[in-house]
């Protein structure tokens, strides 16, 4: 079935293709005397013209900011980094699951 899929695929491809570069030679021939006028283009470069190419690496870093102020990683992690004491953190969290299997009455 693949194999019929495949040529069928190919030979319509050829017709389409075969098509289309008759048709671009019968527009050629038709059109050849009536050449469209050309215009010249003036390009300015605008008021921004040298910071430009800066404009979208600034708007990229203020979507970045905005998005990491939003969810709350901004400034100040203190001495310890971004995750902070480690230690201290852990030592709170195994605390917390002592107090909390003595108020379940579950064993540890």
């Given at each position: 079935m693949a194999f019929v899929a495949f040529f069928a695929f190919l030979f319509f491809g050829t017709v389409a293709g075969?098509?289309?570069?008759v048709?671009?030679?019968?527009?050629?021939?038709t059109a050849a005397g009536a050449a469209p006028a050309v215009y010249p283009y003036?390009?300015?470069?605008?008021?921004?013209?040298?910071?430009?190419?800066?404009?979208p690496?600034?708007?990229?870093?203020?979507?970045?900011?905005l998005?990491?102020?939003a969810f709350g990683s901004g400034r100040g992690h203190g001495s310890h980094g971004m995750w902070g004491d480690r230690r201290a953190r852990l030592?709170?969290?195994?605390?917390?699951?002592h107090?909390?299997?003595?108020?379940?009455?579950?064993?540890?």
């Open positions: 075969v098509a289309f570069q048709g671009m030679t019968v527009a050629g021939a003036y390009w300015h470069p605008g008021f921004f013209f040298p910071f430009g190419f800066l404009f690496l600034l708007f990229l870093f203020l979507i970045f900011g998005a990491r102020a030592e709170e969290l195994h605390r917390e699951m107090e909390k299997s003595r108020t379940d009455g579950t064993a540890t």
